[in-house]
Structure formats: structure tokens, C-alpha cells
């Protein structure tokens, strides 16, 4: 189907779970588990919140938070987001078919794709590869000369992480480059060799944007972690950015997360934001003080048997996101209300026992719904999503998965 937003219903029903998920439950009753349910008016109140976050900045939509091309199509429809952030060089070709602006948010050393992408005058003239070092240079090069090939579009990665006096680095391990100078080195290389047009600068401040801050006695540091970290960043990245446009023009400069929206939209030296886990809404993104996603999207699962009277196994759920492995990457049921897994078993690959007093009135048959941790693992384990408009199924859309795709 095509998915229209502004057209969707207007409404906040999630704020009623009493209502809300047997609601989900009647409408998909017709449905075989594991169903998943892209919810119209949680998506469009997520979309545009997260809009009115940005504070007029433009989103590129990261698709691994998704993977359900109808709902990228969607939200690139909507005034306020624009291109894509692809995760894998075979996900942005793919993508590229359709739309003109990708950037692929990672190194890659795929040789085959890399082949593609230059054998394709449209395809390079779409897509924009990342790069931090000189290396995944000489692998295209390898793959095709430049007297060979179009130019290839590239876009710096460099390091957004902290390196704190006092804690050490804090964030991920991204890229080698790390202050003005690496960068800026790296820039005039690559200005340096013929067949590479270096037309953008990436910076993801994972500390701020993927850590949340409400979840307990810690939340203090993290917050001043993430203040330090903020005050540090913003002069660090300004200085990139006129360290790299004095060697190059750049066409964006791209930075931030679902969790970072207001702060890095603040930084003048940003000219775009890159957001998706915040889309769907998995349930760590409801810890974070600043906004509260809806639930766009969510799955059932059949109570299969019952080991206890005040025990319910379901059939399957280890639908487990990336990241540490801690109990937050699991999914949480979220209805009925009161269910909690096992310690020692969790969401399992062939079954989910949940315990609570709603357990005891479950039956086999009954469906337990959950909500999935972080971002694109729910569309990884589905073929499409149902989708509910005012308490009804009003069409699907086929997730990569459906389509045929699994590209990492």
C-alpha cells in the first residue's frame, strides 16, 4: 500500500493501553503469530514530532530503523525530511533505483557491490560512500581505476566520541579522525586523487544521541556526560567543518540520533540530522526526558502452553537488538500489563515464557504483545507489517525481509 501520513488519522489512541492493544488484538485476530503492527497515528505523531524537534533542520532517515521501504517512502514525503542514511553499499543500490539522495553510513569492502556502483553512471551520481582513511580508497581504485569508472562520491567520518580526562573515550568506536588536523589531512588526500569528489562530513555523537537519561540513580553523570561531551563537541565540530570547507565544498554536514535532536540542531556547524530508531519507537527510546515516542510499531505472540498455573510460554520472541548483551536489548510485553520474562530463559529463539498475575488468565491461544528494544530487528524477523488506522487493518507493507532483502 502506499502509506500516506498526512492523510492518517488524528489521535493519541496508545495513550488508552486498555483500550489501545485489544484493540490491536481484534484487528490482526485473523492473523497467524508472530504479527507485527505498524500503528498510522503513532507513526505520524512520532514523524512529526521529531520534526518539530529538528527545529527546521532537515532528517535523513536511517533505514536500518526501519527497513520497510512504503514507510521510507512515506516520511521522505513529508516536508522536513530529506535523503536517506543506507547501512550496507547493496541496501543504498537498491535504494537508489527510487531515490536520488543516499548516503551509505559505513565503510564498506564489498569488491562486487563496489563494482556496480561504478559500472552505473546514475548509481554514482545518487550515492555517496563513507570513508575515514585511504585504505577503503585503494579498495575502489582496486575494483576500478579512475580513468575507468565515474566519480565517486565520498563522505568523511570523523570520530564524535569524548575522550574525557577523567572517564576515558566515551562512545563508540567509529573513526580514526579525531580532531581538525586529522581530518583535514585526510581531506586534502583525498582532493588529491582523481576520481573521488569529497562531498560531505559525518559526525554521530552516539554518547548523547544513543544514551538515555532517565532510567535511574545514574542519570545524573549521564546527563553531565552528556553536557561535557555536548560543549566539547560543538567547538571541536565547528572546527572540522572550516578545517574540510577550506579544502572542499561541502554539500551537507551531517550529525546526530533519535536522542539528539534539539541539541545537535543547535550547532551551526550542522547543516542536517540523520534520525530513525525514534520512527518506530522501540522501548528504549522511551527513556530519554526530552520526548516520549509512540509505539508505531509492536508484534503479538500465541501462548502456546502453560508450564505453571501463573506461567504462559509463548511461541518464539528472541528478537534481540544489537548492542551490549543486557536485558534492555530484549523485547518487553507490554500487554496484558504486569508480564515479565524469565531471568534465566528472557526472549527465547523458539519460546518466551512470561510470568505475572495477567499469566494466570492466559490461555492457549491468547496473544502477548511486546514492543521491540531498538530499531530495525522487528522488520529483520517479519515479512510485512499489518497496518492500523482507527482500530483496523486498512492494508501491509512488506518489510526487506518480505521483499527478498537481507542485506546484513
Known amino acids: 500500500m502506499t502509506i500516506d501520513l498526512l492523510a492518517a488519522p488524528v489521535g493519541e489512541p496508545w495513550r488508552q493501553p486498555a483500550a489501545y492493544w485489544p484493540s490491536l488484538t481484534a484487528a490482526t485476530a485473523d492473523r497467524s503469530a508472530p504479527v507485527a503492527v505498524l500503528g498510522l497515528e503513532a507513526l505520524r505523531y512520532n514523524a512529526l514530532d521529531m520534526i518539530a524537534r529538528a527545529g527546521g533542520m532537515p532528517i535523513r532517515v536511517a533505514s536500518k530503523s526501519l527497513r520497510v521501504r512504503e514507510a521510507l517512502d512515506a516520511l521522505l514525503a513529508l516536508p522536513g525530511y530529506r535523503g536517506i542514511l543506507a547501512f550496507t553499499l547493496a541496501e543504498a543500490l537498491w535504494l537508489a533505483d527510487t531515490h536520488d539522495d543516499v548516503v551509505v553510513g559505513y565503510p564498506t569492502a564489498d569488491r562486487a557491490v563496489l563494482a556496480a556502483l561504478v559500472a552505473s553512471e546514475a548509481a554514482s551520481a545518487r550515492v555517496t560512500l563513507m570513508v575515514d582513511g585511504p ?3 585503494d579498495l575502489v581504485d582496486a575494483v576500478a581505476s579512475p580513468a575507468t569508472r565515474p566519480e565517486v562520491r565520498v563522505a568523511i567520518d570523523a570520530d564524535a566520541s569524548w575522550r574525557s580526562r577523567a572517564l576515558g573515550h566515551i562512545g563508540v568506536r567509529r573513526s580514526p579522525l579525531h580532531d581538525a588536523d586529522d581530518v583535514a589531512r585526510f581531506a586534502r588526500h583525498i582532493a588529491a586523487r582523481p576520481g573521488f569528489r569529497l562531498t560531505g562530513l559525518m559526525m554521530y555523537e552516539a554518547q548523547i544521541a544513543g544514551q538515555p537519561d532517565a532510567e535511574g540513580p545514574s542519570d545524573p553523570v549521564i546527563r553531565w556526560m552528556q553536557r561535557s561531551s555536548g560543549d566539547e563537541l560543538r567547538e571541536r565540530r565547528q572546527a572540522i567543518v572550516a578545517a574540510v570547507t577550506r579544502i572542499a565544498p561541502l554539500e551537507f554536514v551531517n550529525g546526530g540520533g533519535t536522542g539528539s535532536l534539539e541539541y545537535t ?5 550542522v547543516t542536517e540530522l540523520t ?3 525514534g520512527l518506530f519507537a522501540g522501548h528504549l527510546f522511551s527513556r530519554y526526558r526530552a520526548f516520549d515516542p509512540a509505539p508505531a510499531a509492536s508484534f503479538a505472540l500465541d501462548v502456546v502452553r502453560r508450564p505453571t498455573d501463573d506461567i504462559a510460554t509463548l511461541l518464539g520472541g ?15 510485553p507490554v500487554w496484558p500489563e504486569g508480564l515479565r520474562t524469565l531471568g534465566r530463559e528472557g526472549t527465547g529463539e523458539v519460546q518466551t515464557p512470561v510470568q505475572g498475575p495477567a499469566a494466570r488468565t492466559l490461555r492457549v491461544g491468547d496473544r502477548v504483545w511486546f514492543r521491540h528494544a531498538k530499531s530495525g530487528e522487528l522488520s529483520e524477523r517479519v515479512e510485512r507489517f499489518a497496518i492500523v488506522a482507527a482500530g483496523a487493518v486498512v492494508g501491509e507493507a512488506a518489510t526487506y525481509r518480505g521483499e527478498g532483502k537481507a542485506f546484513l
Request: hydrophobic share 40%; net charge neutral; aromatic share 4%.
Open 135 to 137: 585504505a577503503q580508497l
Open 265 to 269: 540542531s543547535s550547532d551551526a556547524a
Open 318 to 332: 528472541g528478537w534481540v537488538a544489537s548492542g551490549p548483551p543486557v536485558a534492555s536489548r530484549q523485547p518487553a
Open 275 to 277: 534520525a530513525g530508531s
